[in-house]
Each structure stands twice: as C-alpha cells, then as structure tokens.
C-alpha cells in the first residue's frame, strides 16, 4: 500500500527567505513522487516529479525536491520564496495502477 | 487552448437534485479521472477510464456514474444529490493508463455546493 505525509499542515515565511516543506512516503514498490501547487480558487499544477531518474529534481518557479530512499523522504525546498508562492502544495506518490495518493496538503504563507 | 476544461465552474442546487459536470481534454490523453476534495481540501480518485473503459472506482456511491462518449471527454452525473456531496470536483487527464511515472494535468475544478 501506498501513503504519504505531509508533516506540517501550515508553514509560514518571510519574503526572500528559505521554503521547506516536508513529505514522507511510503510504498511497496518503487514509486513515482509528484508535487503539485494549488493556488486558491485554482486547479492543481505540477511543480515537479520524481521517477527514478535523478534524485534531486527540479522544478518550475525555482523549486526542487529531493528523493532520499534511505528516509523515505520527498522534501520540497526553495531558495527565496515569492509572495507569489503563497498557496497549498501537495505531496503525491504513485505506487501502482495510476492511483495517485495525495498527502493533506501544506499551506505555504508568505509574510513581506 | 486550454489543456483540461470543465464546466460549470460553479453549481448551486438543492438536496435531492440531478446534476452533471462535464470535462474535456484536448492533450490526446487516452485516460481520465476524477476527483473529489473536501472541506479540508482532502483529495482521492473517484474514477478513472482509459479510452472509454471504466478501470478504477473506488466505491464511490452508485449516485455517482461517470460517462466516456470518447476518449476526450469524462463527465460525471450525479443523482439525489446530498449535503455531503457539497465538495470541489477534478477532473483529470494522463498519456497512459497503469503507468507509475505519468503526469497527470488537472483541470480548473468544479465547486459543488448542495443546500
């Protein structure tokens, strides 16, 4: 079976300051990790993705991720975050059949 | 040009109501889903086709059946409708069915809200 956590419900930073959001996972066969952006009122767009190429993946806006297997761990960070960052992020896996299993979010607020 | 549509955007009714939300995709995607996200802006599949072929449902009430006119479009009806179904709806699309490392693109939502 397949599952994900996101370990903070909200985090709150400073313009121009560092983004960490947290996510661990857990599944049975070798997965793919997805995160994904959800602006309000708007639908979900794919930041970046992990399918066992490279471990430290890139992503659009300036975010990354990073594949730890050891600690099962699929953190997203940023450098400097943008008040435009403000917004609800999702952690996902997909373990097997297309099923995406998605993690209960972390709202991201910006403070100028 | 826009990737994955629905419409409507919004719907309003009452409990006990027949309503249907329609999606489209103009990718080329062979598959599609949908999903539901909560109050607590929890989401989880409902169901997914893969040109025109149901291939995931998860139990979701019989109120609810999807239809797959073509392998571009999804919609979904819902009967009787209940308070409990008042939630945002996605629908969803990907380049292959059953493939771990496809991207799935997500439409706008639906923001249903039963009185």
């Known amino acids: 079976a397949q599952s994900v956590t996101q370990l903070d419900s909200h985090v709150s930073v400073s313009e121009g300051t560092p983004v960490l959001l947290r996510c661990n996972y857990s599944s049975s066969y070798s997965p793919s990790l997805f995160w994904y952006v959800q602006h309000p009122n708007k639908g979900l767009q794919l930041l970046l993705k992990?399918?066992?190429?490279?471990?430290l993946v890139k992503g659009i806006n300036g975010f990354e991720a990073e594949f730890k297997k050891s600690e099962t761990s699929f953190h997203l960070t940023k450098p400097s975050a943008h008040m435009s960052d403000a917004a609800e992020y999702f952690c996902?896996?997909?373990?097997?059949?297309?099923?995406?299993?998605f993690g209960t979010g972390t709202l991201l607020a910006v403070q100028p | 040009d826009t990737a994955v549509s629905q419409t409507p955007k919004y719907l309003v009714t009452q409990m006990g109501n027949d309503k249907s939300i329609k999606c489209e995709q103009n990718l080329g995607h062979d598959t599609m889903y949908w999903y539901k996200q909560d109050s607590k802006k929890f989401l989880k599949i409902m169901f997914s086709y893969n040109n025109k072929e149901l291939i995931i449902n998860e139990t979701v009430p019989n109120r609810f059946s999807p239809k797959s006119p073509d392998k571009a479009h999804l919609n979904l009806h819902i009967n009787s409708l209940e308070l409990g179904d008042s939630a945002v709806y996605f629908c969803?699309?990907?380049?292959?069915?059953?493939?771990?490392?496809?991207?799935?693109?997500f439409g706008p939502g639906t923001r249903l809200t039963v009185l």
């Open positions: 992990y399918t066992s190429a490279a471990t």
């Open positions: 996902v896996v997909n373990g097997a059949t297309n099923k995406l299993i």
């Open positions: 969803a699309s990907s380049q292959l069915a059953g493939a771990v490392t496809d991207t799935q693109y």
